[in-house]
Nanobody, 124 residues
Framework: QVQLIESGGGLVQAGGSLRLSCAAS????????IGWFRQDPGKEREFVAY????????DYADSVKGRFTISRDNAKNTVYLSMTSLKPEDTAVYYC?????????????????WGQGTQVTVSS
């Protein structure tokens, strides 16, 4: 069993920054790839970024590339999503999830444990 808890969301003006955290606990949490996804009401959940368990491999959605950075501190069992130059279209609930396969993935169905989400709202 793996538990994931997101934090760090909030309200920010366009152009601002936020850093989200995903605290993982439970068996194999620190040796799994972790992904971030987001979902706006009325829309499908979409991939944002993932990081391999050692942190050597990352991948980003084109919409956030160059603005968001994913990182992890395995000593703290925490994955971070640093978001800069935020835009109103980044507004969503952000979820972290544990990849059920070796390595990360952009596919939602490859993730087997999910956090409850944290709201990010970017005002124009």
């Amino acid at each position: 069993q793996v538990q994931l808890i997101e934090s760090g969301g909030g309200l920010v003006q366009a152009g601002g920054s936020l850093r989200l955290s995903c605290a993982a606990s439970g068996r194999s949490a620190s040796v799994s790839a972790i992904g971030w996804f987001r979902q706006d009401p009325g829309k499908e959940r979409e991939f944002v970024a993932y990081i391999s368990w050692r942190g050597g491999t990352t991948d980003y959605a084109d919409s956030v590339k160059g603005r968001f950075t994913i990182s992890r501190d395995n000593a703290k069992n925490t994955v971070y999503l640093s978001m800069t130059s935020l835009k109103p279209e980044d507004t969503a609930v952000y979820y972290c999830a544990r990849s059920g396969r070796i390595g990360g993935s952009r596919e939602i169905n490859d993730y087997d444990y999910w956090g409850q989400g944290t709201q990010v709202t970017v005002s124009s």
